[in-house]
Protein backbone atom coordinates (compact mmCIF):
# COMPACT_ATOMS: atom_id res chain seq x y z
CA UNK A 1 0.00 0.00 0.00
CA UNK A 2 1.20 3.13 -0.82
CA UNK A 3 0.73 4.88 2.09
CA UNK A 4 2.13 2.44 4.18
CA UNK A 5 6.07 3.41 2.65
CA UNK A 6 7.53 6.06 4.21
CA UNK A 7 10.12 6.14 0.89
CA UNK A 8 6.84 7.30 -1.32
CA UNK A 9 6.17 11.72 -1.72
CA UNK A 10 3.98 13.51 0.09
CA UNK A 11 1.61 13.66 -3.41
CA UNK A 12 1.69 9.67 -3.72
CA UNK A 13 0.43 9.64 0.10
CA UNK A 14 -2.28 12.60 -0.64
CA UNK A 15 -3.38 10.62 -4.10
CA UNK A 16 -4.12 7.38 -2.19
CA UNK A 17 -5.61 8.74 0.57
CA UNK A 18 -7.74 10.59 -1.60
CA UNK A 19 -8.63 7.34 -3.06
CA UNK A 20 -9.76 5.83 0.31
CA UNK A 21 -12.08 8.41 1.35
CA UNK A 22 -13.51 8.97 -2.12
CA UNK A 23 -17.19 7.86 -2.22
CA UNK A 24 -18.55 5.09 -3.83
CA UNK A 25 -21.70 4.97 -5.83
CA UNK A 26 -23.99 8.08 -7.41
CA UNK A 27 -23.64 11.11 -6.06
CA UNK A 28 -26.61 12.34 -3.24
CA UNK A 29 -29.69 13.70 -5.81
CA UNK A 30 -29.08 17.55 -5.87
CA UNK A 31 -32.17 19.86 -6.78
CA UNK A 32 -31.43 21.80 -9.74
CA UNK A 33 -34.06 25.06 -10.57
CA UNK A 34 -33.23 26.58 -14.26
CA UNK A 35 -29.84 24.61 -14.43
CA UNK A 36 -28.60 26.84 -11.33
CA UNK A 37 -27.69 24.29 -8.38
CA UNK A 38 -29.74 24.63 -5.65
CA UNK A 39 -30.12 22.62 -2.54
CA UNK A 40 -27.39 20.39 -2.29
CA UNK A 41 -27.72 17.36 -0.26
CA UNK A 42 -24.82 16.14 2.16
CA UNK A 43 -23.39 13.62 1.07
CA UNK A 44 -23.52 10.56 3.20
CA UNK A 45 -21.95 7.78 0.81
CA UNK A 46 -20.02 4.80 1.83
CA UNK A 47 -16.10 5.79 1.21
CA UNK A 48 -13.95 3.43 -0.98
CA UNK A 49 -11.88 2.13 1.72
CA UNK A 50 -14.46 1.06 4.27
CA UNK A 51 -13.15 -2.68 3.43
CA UNK A 52 -9.81 -1.39 5.26
CA UNK A 53 -12.02 -0.42 8.21
CA UNK A 54 -10.62 -3.69 9.87
CA UNK A 55 -7.05 -3.42 9.30
CA UNK A 56 -4.89 -3.63 12.03
CA UNK A 57 -1.40 -3.09 13.33
CA UNK A 58 -1.47 -0.18 11.72
CA UNK A 59 -4.92 0.58 11.05
CA UNK A 60 -5.87 3.27 8.27
CA UNK A 61 -6.14 5.94 10.93
CA UNK A 62 -2.64 5.11 12.29
CA UNK A 63 -1.19 4.86 8.84
CA UNK A 64 -2.57 8.31 7.77
CA UNK A 65 -1.63 10.19 11.22
CA UNK A 66 2.03 8.91 10.47
CA UNK A 67 1.77 10.75 6.67
CA UNK A 68 0.75 13.54 7.81
CA UNK A 69 3.07 14.19 10.44
CA UNK A 70 5.84 12.82 7.84
CA UNK A 71 4.97 15.60 5.18
CA UNK A 72 4.75 18.20 7.23
CA UNK A 73 8.44 17.11 8.13
CA UNK A 74 8.94 17.36 4.68
CA UNK A 75 6.88 20.42 3.96
CA UNK A 76 9.60 22.25 6.54
CA UNK A 77 13.01 20.68 4.94
CA UNK A 78 11.62 22.76 1.69
CA UNK A 79 10.79 25.96 3.20
CA UNK A 80 8.04 26.64 1.02
CA UNK A 81 4.04 28.25 1.08
CA UNK A 82 3.12 25.99 -1.97
CA UNK A 83 4.54 22.74 0.44
CA UNK A 84 1.76 23.01 3.17
CA UNK A 85 -1.20 23.10 0.70
CA UNK A 86 -0.70 19.28 0.09
CA UNK A 87 0.15 18.67 3.85
CA UNK A 88 -3.13 20.47 5.35
CA UNK A 89 -4.79 18.28 2.04
CA UNK A 90 -3.94 15.24 3.78
CA UNK A 91 -4.38 16.18 7.38
CA UNK A 92 -8.36 16.96 6.05
CA UNK A 93 -8.55 13.22 4.02
CA UNK A 94 -7.79 12.07 8.01
CA UNK A 95 -10.81 14.42 9.32
CA UNK A 96 -12.91 12.50 6.64
CA UNK A 97 -11.34 9.30 7.82
CA UNK A 98 -11.97 9.66 11.37
CA UNK A 99 -12.96 13.20 13.25
CA UNK A 100 -11.64 12.19 16.73
CA UNK A 101 -8.13 11.15 15.96
CA UNK A 102 -7.47 13.74 13.29
CA UNK A 103 -8.37 16.85 16.09
CA UNK A 104 -4.64 16.30 17.57
CA UNK A 105 -3.31 16.03 14.15
CA UNK A 106 -5.13 18.99 13.46
CA UNK A 107 -3.52 21.35 16.27
CA UNK A 108 0.25 19.77 15.16
CA UNK A 109 -0.55 21.07 11.59
CA UNK A 110 -1.79 24.65 12.66
CA UNK A 111 1.36 24.65 15.25
CA UNK A 112 3.76 23.80 11.97
CA UNK A 113 2.34 26.53 10.38
CA UNK A 114 2.33 28.93 12.92
CA UNK A 115 6.17 28.03 13.38
CA UNK A 116 6.75 28.67 9.19
CA UNK A 117 5.59 31.91 9.16
CA UNK A 118 7.30 33.51 12.46
CA UNK A 119 10.33 31.89 10.19
CA UNK A 120 9.55 33.97 7.54
CA UNK A 121 9.08 31.57 4.85
CA UNK A 122 7.15 32.11 1.43
CA UNK A 123 4.17 33.02 3.00
CA UNK A 124 2.97 36.90 1.45
CA UNK A 125 0.85 36.87 -1.25
CA UNK A 126 0.72 32.92 -1.16
CA UNK A 127 -2.56 32.35 1.48
CA UNK A 128 -5.11 31.78 -0.72
CA UNK A 129 -2.98 28.37 -1.40
CA UNK A 130 -4.01 27.40 2.02
CA UNK A 131 -7.36 29.01 2.32
CA UNK A 132 -9.45 25.69 1.38
CA UNK A 133 -7.58 23.60 3.44
CA UNK A 134 -7.01 25.21 6.51
CA UNK A 135 -10.86 26.24 6.27
CA UNK A 136 -11.83 22.15 5.88
CA UNK A 137 -9.31 21.43 8.81
CA UNK A 138 -10.86 23.84 11.29
CA UNK A 139 -14.56 22.97 10.16
CA UNK A 140 -13.34 18.91 10.59
CA UNK A 141 -12.43 19.97 14.19
CA UNK A 142 -15.45 21.77 14.82
CA UNK A 143 -17.64 18.97 13.48
CA UNK A 144 -16.00 16.36 16.06
CA UNK A 145 -17.19 18.71 18.67
CA UNK A 146 -13.68 19.91 19.71
CA UNK A 147 -14.42 23.58 19.93
CA UNK A 148 -12.00 25.75 21.84
CA UNK A 149 -8.38 24.28 20.98
CA UNK A 150 -9.13 24.30 17.46
CA UNK A 151 -11.39 28.05 17.28
CA UNK A 152 -8.15 29.27 19.29
CA UNK A 153 -5.90 27.99 16.30
CA UNK A 154 -8.84 29.82 13.91
CA UNK A 155 -9.06 32.98 15.37
CA UNK A 156 -4.77 33.14 15.76
CA UNK A 157 -4.40 32.27 12.27
CA UNK A 158 -6.78 34.91 11.31
CA UNK A 159 -5.48 37.78 13.06
CA UNK A 160 -2.09 36.12 11.84
CA UNK A 161 -3.06 37.10 8.34
CA UNK A 162 -3.92 40.06 6.45
CA UNK A 163 -5.72 40.80 2.86
CA UNK A 164 -1.97 41.77 1.34
CA UNK A 165 -1.76 38.17 2.02
CA UNK A 166 -3.70 36.94 -1.22
CA UNK A 167 -3.14 37.43 -4.59
CA UNK A 168 -6.71 37.46 -4.90
CA UNK A 169 -10.06 36.79 -2.63
CA UNK A 170 -10.69 33.76 -1.62
CA UNK A 171 -14.08 33.89 0.60
CA UNK A 172 -13.66 30.44 1.92
CA UNK A 173 -10.60 31.93 4.55
CA UNK A 174 -14.28 32.52 6.47
CA UNK A 175 -16.03 29.40 5.97
CA UNK A 176 -15.29 28.54 9.38
CA UNK A 177 -17.28 31.77 10.74
CA UNK A 178 -19.62 31.40 8.51
CA UNK A 179 -20.38 27.75 9.07
CA UNK A 180 -20.08 27.95 13.21
CA UNK A 181 -21.40 31.98 13.95
CA UNK A 182 -22.89 31.14 17.22
CA UNK A 183 -19.84 30.32 18.92
CA UNK A 184 -18.75 32.63 21.16
CA UNK A 185 -15.31 32.59 20.00
CA UNK A 186 -16.26 33.18 16.17
CA UNK A 187 -18.87 35.62 17.22
CA UNK A 188 -15.95 37.59 19.18
CA UNK A 189 -13.53 37.07 16.13
CA UNK A 190 -16.41 38.41 13.34
CA UNK A 191 -17.07 41.66 15.71
CA UNK A 192 -12.89 42.10 15.63
CA UNK A 193 -12.35 40.75 11.27
CA UNK A 194 -15.52 43.06 10.36
CA UNK A 195 -15.90 46.26 12.96
CA UNK A 196 -12.69 46.76 14.63
CA UNK A 197 -10.94 50.34 13.48
CA UNK A 198 -7.43 48.07 14.46
CA UNK A 199 -8.43 45.43 12.02
CA UNK A 200 -6.52 44.83 8.67
CA UNK A 201 -10.02 43.64 7.49
CA UNK A 202 -12.21 46.80 7.68
CA UNK A 203 -13.23 48.54 4.89
CA UNK A 204 -12.17 51.59 5.73
CA UNK A 205 -8.67 50.45 5.29
CA UNK A 206 -7.09 49.48 1.60
CA UNK A 207 -8.56 46.34 0.90
CA UNK A 208 -6.89 45.61 -2.65
CA UNK A 209 -6.76 43.15 -3.77
CA UNK A 210 -10.08 42.31 -1.68
CA UNK A 211 -12.79 41.94 -3.64
CA UNK A 212 -15.49 43.18 -1.16
CA UNK A 213 -18.95 42.24 -3.58
CA UNK A 214 -17.37 38.82 -3.56
CA UNK A 215 -17.96 38.98 0.64
CA UNK A 216 -21.39 41.25 0.53
CA UNK A 217 -23.20 38.49 -1.35
CA UNK A 218 -21.09 35.18 0.44
CA UNK A 219 -22.54 33.48 3.25
CA UNK A 220 -21.52 35.80 5.44
CA UNK A 221 -24.47 37.55 5.15
CA UNK A 222 -25.64 35.57 7.94
CA UNK A 223 -23.07 36.00 10.35
CA UNK A 224 -24.45 38.89 12.50
CA UNK A 225 -21.04 40.98 13.09
CA UNK A 226 -21.16 41.12 9.41
CA UNK A 227 -24.48 41.77 8.90
CA UNK A 228 -23.86 45.00 11.30
CA UNK A 229 -21.16 46.06 9.36
CA UNK A 230 -23.18 46.01 5.95
CA UNK A 231 -25.88 48.30 8.02
CA UNK A 232 -23.67 50.59 8.49
CA UNK A 233 -21.95 50.63 5.46
CA UNK A 234 -25.88 51.27 3.83
CA UNK A 235 -25.63 54.36 5.64
CA UNK A 236 -21.95 55.51 4.90
CA UNK A 237 -21.82 58.43 2.30
CA UNK A 238 -18.14 58.95 1.84
CA UNK A 239 -17.49 59.03 -2.09
CA UNK A 240 -16.10 56.00 -3.50
CA UNK A 241 -15.88 56.78 -7.33
CA UNK A 242 -18.21 57.23 -9.74
CA UNK A 243 -21.79 55.40 -11.76
CA UNK A 244 -23.06 54.95 -15.05
CA UNK A 245 -26.28 54.08 -15.76
CA UNK A 246 -27.90 53.95 -19.26
CA UNK A 247 -30.73 51.74 -20.78
CA UNK A 248 -29.09 48.13 -21.30
CA UNK A 249 -27.46 48.18 -17.42
CA UNK A 250 -25.18 49.72 -15.15
CA UNK A 251 -21.61 50.14 -15.02
CA UNK A 252 -19.18 51.78 -11.85
CA UNK A 253 -15.83 52.97 -11.62
CA UNK A 254 -14.76 52.11 -7.77
CA UNK A 255 -11.43 53.45 -6.59
CA UNK A 256 -10.52 52.94 -10.51
CA UNK A 257 -10.49 49.26 -9.82
CA UNK A 258 -13.39 49.04 -12.28
CA UNK A 259 -16.36 46.92 -12.56
CA UNK A 260 -20.05 46.56 -13.45
CA UNK A 261 -23.58 44.69 -13.41
CA UNK A 262 -26.35 43.94 -16.18
CA UNK A 263 -29.79 44.55 -15.68
CA UNK A 264 -32.22 42.17 -15.95
CA UNK A 265 -35.30 44.90 -15.53
CA UNK A 266 -36.70 47.75 -17.79
CA UNK A 267 -35.70 51.22 -16.62
CA UNK A 268 -37.81 53.19 -14.95
CA UNK A 269 -39.64 55.95 -17.55
CA UNK A 270 -37.84 58.84 -15.31
CA UNK A 271 -34.37 57.74 -17.13
CA UNK A 272 -32.93 59.56 -20.52
CA UNK A 273 -31.96 57.73 -23.36
CA UNK A 274 -28.33 59.40 -22.65
CA UNK A 275 -28.35 57.47 -19.84
CA UNK A 276 -27.32 59.33 -16.00
CA UNK A 277 -23.83 59.74 -14.29
CA UNK A 278 -23.04 60.43 -10.97
CA UNK A 279 -20.52 60.17 -7.69
CA UNK A 280 -20.69 56.33 -6.49
CA UNK A 281 -21.03 56.53 -2.35
CA UNK A 282 -20.35 53.48 -0.21
CA UNK A 283 -23.77 53.24 0.51
CA UNK A 284 -24.92 53.04 -3.06
CA UNK A 285 -22.31 49.99 -3.54
CA UNK A 286 -23.03 48.07 -0.72
CA UNK A 287 -26.66 48.42 -1.77
CA UNK A 288 -26.62 47.62 -5.10
CA UNK A 289 -24.57 44.49 -3.96
CA UNK A 290 -27.12 43.67 -1.30
CA UNK A 291 -29.97 43.94 -3.95
CA UNK A 292 -28.92 40.98 -5.57
CA UNK A 293 -29.73 38.94 -2.43
CA UNK A 294 -33.05 36.64 -2.94
CA UNK A 295 -35.95 38.81 -1.33
CA UNK A 296 -34.02 41.74 -1.10
CA UNK A 297 -35.26 45.48 -2.09
CA UNK A 298 -34.63 46.72 -5.22
CA UNK A 299 -31.93 49.32 -5.10
CA UNK A 300 -31.03 51.66 -8.53
CA UNK A 301 -28.55 53.99 -8.36
CA UNK A 302 -30.01 56.57 -10.95
CA UNK A 303 -33.22 56.55 -8.43
CA UNK A 304 -33.34 59.94 -6.52
CA UNK A 305 -31.20 60.24 -3.51
CA UNK A 306 -34.04 60.59 -1.38
CA UNK A 307 -35.40 57.40 -2.82
CA UNK A 308 -31.78 55.60 -2.21
CA UNK A 309 -31.95 56.77 1.12
CA UNK A 310 -35.58 55.02 2.00
CA UNK A 311 -34.57 52.00 0.31
CA UNK A 312 -31.33 51.56 1.88
CA UNK A 313 -33.22 51.24 5.48
CA UNK A 314 -35.61 49.07 3.92
CA UNK A 315 -32.76 46.68 3.17
CA UNK A 316 -31.32 47.15 6.35
CA UNK A 317 -34.84 46.17 8.05
CA UNK A 318 -34.32 43.07 5.17
CA UNK A 319 -31.27 42.25 6.83
CA UNK A 320 -32.45 42.03 10.53
CA UNK A 321 -35.20 39.89 9.86
CA UNK A 322 -34.23 37.27 6.96
CA UNK A 323 -30.01 37.66 7.29
CA UNK A 324 -29.91 34.17 9.16
CA UNK A 325 -31.94 32.98 6.06
CA UNK A 326 -27.99 32.86 4.41
CA UNK A 327 -26.71 31.06 7.26
CA UNK A 328 -24.10 28.09 5.63
CA UNK A 329 -25.53 25.34 6.84
CA UNK A 330 -23.41 22.38 5.14
CA UNK A 331 -21.92 19.42 7.24
CA UNK A 332 -19.52 18.11 4.26
CA UNK A 333 -16.13 18.96 4.75
CA UNK A 334 -15.67 20.01 1.36
CA UNK A 335 -14.62 23.55 0.44
CA UNK A 336 -16.01 24.01 -2.79
CA UNK A 337 -17.11 27.44 -3.06
CA UNK A 338 -18.60 29.20 -6.44
CA UNK A 339 -16.89 32.94 -6.09
CA UNK A 340 -20.13 33.45 -8.75
CA UNK A 341 -22.68 31.93 -6.81
CA UNK A 342 -25.31 33.94 -4.44
CA UNK A 343 -25.98 32.58 -0.55
CA UNK A 344 -29.23 30.80 -1.21
CA UNK A 345 -32.00 32.12 0.89
CA UNK A 346 -33.55 28.94 3.35
CA UNK A 347 -36.36 28.39 5.60
CA UNK A 348 -36.73 24.68 7.48
CA UNK A 349 -40.04 23.52 7.05
CA UNK A 350 -42.14 24.13 10.31
CA UNK A 351 -43.95 21.10 11.95
CA UNK A 352 -46.99 23.48 12.76
CA UNK A 353 -48.99 26.87 11.85
CA UNK A 354 -46.29 29.55 11.73
CA UNK A 355 -46.88 31.88 14.96
CA UNK A 356 -46.53 35.50 15.18
CA UNK A 357 -42.95 34.41 17.09
CA UNK A 358 -41.61 32.71 14.28
CA UNK A 359 -42.29 35.42 11.86
CA UNK A 360 -40.44 37.46 13.85
CA UNK A 361 -37.77 35.40 13.75
CA UNK A 362 -37.50 34.98 10.43
CA UNK A 363 -38.81 31.60 10.70
CA UNK A 364 -41.33 31.99 8.93
CA UNK A 365 -42.78 34.14 5.93
CA UNK A 366 -46.40 34.89 7.37
CA UNK A 367 -48.29 33.58 10.66
CA UNK A 368 -52.32 33.14 10.22
CA UNK A 369 -52.92 32.59 13.95
CA UNK A 370 -53.45 35.67 15.07
CA UNK A 371 -56.43 34.84 17.18
CA UNK A 372 -56.43 32.53 19.71
CA UNK A 373 -59.57 30.17 17.97
CA UNK A 374 -58.12 30.68 14.66
CA UNK A 375 -57.94 27.04 12.38
CA UNK A 376 -54.95 27.19 10.57
CA UNK A 377 -53.74 23.62 9.05
CA UNK A 378 -50.08 23.77 7.25
CA UNK A 379 -50.13 22.31 3.35
CA UNK A 380 -47.39 20.03 2.41
CA UNK A 381 -45.21 21.18 -0.51
CA UNK A 382 -44.29 18.25 -2.10
CA UNK A 383 -41.28 19.80 -3.58
CA UNK A 384 -39.64 21.70 -0.74
CA UNK A 385 -38.98 24.42 -1.47
CA UNK A 386 -41.71 24.88 -4.78
CA UNK A 387 -41.23 26.92 -7.68
CA UNK A 388 -44.50 29.13 -8.01
CA UNK A 389 -45.96 32.57 -10.51
CA UNK A 390 -47.56 35.38 -8.76
CA UNK A 391 -50.20 35.53 -11.52
CA UNK A 392 -50.91 39.27 -10.40
CA UNK A 393 -47.17 41.02 -9.65
CA UNK A 394 -46.37 43.46 -11.81
CA UNK A 395 -44.08 45.17 -9.68
CA UNK A 396 -40.65 44.29 -11.57
CA UNK A 397 -40.72 45.18 -15.70
CA UNK A 398 -38.87 43.21 -17.88
CA UNK A 399 -35.73 44.22 -19.67
CA UNK A 400 -36.64 41.99 -22.37
CA UNK A 401 -39.97 40.43 -22.46
CA UNK A 402 -40.05 36.83 -23.48
CA UNK A 403 -42.70 34.47 -24.81
CA UNK A 404 -45.04 32.13 -22.71
CA UNK A 405 -44.62 28.82 -23.70
CA UNK A 406 -47.78 26.85 -23.34
CA UNK A 407 -46.59 23.91 -21.15
CA UNK A 408 -46.38 20.75 -22.71
CA UNK A 409 -44.95 22.16 -25.93
CA UNK A 410 -41.81 20.46 -27.54
CA UNK A 411 -39.25 22.04 -28.74
CA UNK A 412 -37.93 22.92 -31.34
CA UNK A 413 -39.76 26.17 -31.69
CA UNK A 414 -39.62 28.70 -34.96
CA UNK A 415 -39.63 32.68 -35.36
CA UNK A 416 -42.95 32.99 -36.36
CA UNK A 417 -44.32 30.17 -33.66
CA UNK A 418 -42.62 32.24 -30.80
CA UNK A 419 -44.01 35.87 -32.51
CA UNK A 420 -47.26 34.50 -32.28
CA UNK A 421 -47.19 33.76 -28.18
CA UNK A 422 -48.13 36.77 -25.63
CA UNK A 423 -44.64 38.08 -23.75
CA UNK A 424 -44.35 37.70 -20.48
CA UNK A 425 -43.50 41.52 -19.45
CA UNK A 426 -42.35 40.99 -15.48
CA UNK A 427 -40.87 38.90 -13.11
CA UNK A 428 -43.33 36.75 -11.60
CA UNK A 429 -41.74 34.13 -10.28
CA UNK A 430 -40.08 32.92 -7.08
CA UNK A 431 -39.95 29.80 -4.34
CA UNK A 432 -42.76 29.06 -2.49
CA UNK A 433 -41.52 28.54 1.13
CA UNK A 434 -44.76 28.08 3.52
CA UNK A 435 -48.23 27.11 2.46
CA UNK A 436 -51.02 27.13 5.52
CA UNK A 437 -54.88 27.59 5.25
CA UNK A 438 -57.20 28.83 7.63
CA UNK A 439 -60.55 28.29 8.22
CA UNK A 440 -63.06 31.59 7.28
CA UNK A 441 -66.59 31.35 7.22
CA UNK A 442 -66.66 27.69 7.18
CA UNK A 443 -63.91 27.79 3.95
CA UNK A 444 -60.48 26.86 4.34
CA UNK A 445 -58.71 29.89 2.56
CA UNK A 446 -55.10 29.15 1.04
CA UNK A 447 -51.84 31.59 1.62
CA UNK A 448 -47.90 30.95 -0.07
CA UNK A 449 -44.93 32.74 1.73
CA UNK A 450 -43.35 33.83 -1.37
CA UNK A 451 -40.14 34.49 -2.43
CA UNK A 452 -38.78 36.28 -5.88
CA UNK A 453 -35.76 38.49 -6.64
CA UNK A 454 -36.97 41.93 -4.57
CA UNK A 455 -39.63 40.45 -2.44
CA UNK A 456 -41.05 38.60 0.19
CA UNK A 457 -44.76 38.64 0.52
CA UNK A 458 -47.94 36.37 2.14
CA UNK A 459 -49.92 35.63 -0.89
CA UNK A 460 -53.17 34.06 -2.10
CA UNK A 461 -53.65 31.18 -3.06
CA UNK A 462 -55.79 31.79 -6.28
CA UNK A 463 -52.62 34.51 -7.35
CA UNK A 464 -49.91 31.61 -7.31
CA UNK A 465 -49.44 28.99 -10.04
CA UNK A 466 -47.69 26.12 -8.82
CA UNK A 467 -44.59 25.24 -11.52
CA UNK A 468 -42.46 22.59 -11.97
CA UNK A 469 -39.40 24.41 -13.07
CA UNK A 470 -38.69 28.04 -13.57
CA UNK A 471 -39.73 29.47 -16.98
CA UNK A 472 -36.94 31.52 -19.09
CA UNK A 473 -38.93 34.40 -18.18
CA UNK A 474 -37.37 34.29 -14.94
CA UNK A 475 -33.93 36.06 -14.32
CA UNK A 476 -30.98 33.99 -13.24
CA UNK A 477 -30.57 34.79 -9.60
Known amino acids: MVLADPQMTCKLWLDAAKKIISPVGHPPATKSLNG ?55 TTCLAKWDHKAAVPVI ?50 WMRATT ?12 MPLWRHPDNAKMAELARWLFLAQDSPWHPLHELKP ?55 YAPDVDVPESGVKGPLRACDYYAAEVSRLEGSPRYEMYWSEKRREAAGKEMSRFLDQWGN ?32 EDVAAGRAIFSLCDRPDAKVRVI ?24 IIPPGTKEPYNEK ?38 IIAKVPGEEIEVLGEFTDAHPPW
Not at 63 to 69: E, F, I, P, Q
Not at 141 to 149: I, M, S, Y
Not at 331 to 354: G, T, V
Open 325 to 356: CFRDRGKSIDSYYDDFALPKFRLSRLPHPATP
Open 163 to 174: PSDFHFFEPLVF
Open 417 to 454: FLNGLPKELYDREGFLWQAEEVLIDGKWRRYYGFVGRH
Open 36 to 90: VPDIVVDDTRPMAGEVLRGMKNPSVTEVLVKRSDDSARLAKLAESGFDWGPVCEL
Open 210 to 264: IKWEEAITSPLVGVPAFRELLKRELANTSPIGDFQVCRGGLSTDVRNSGGGRASY
Open 107 to 156: HRRFADLFTSIEDDFPFQGHAHDLTAPVANMIDAGLQAGEDDLLVHDYVA
Open 380 to 403: DLKSYPAIGRWKTLQQFRLLNPVP
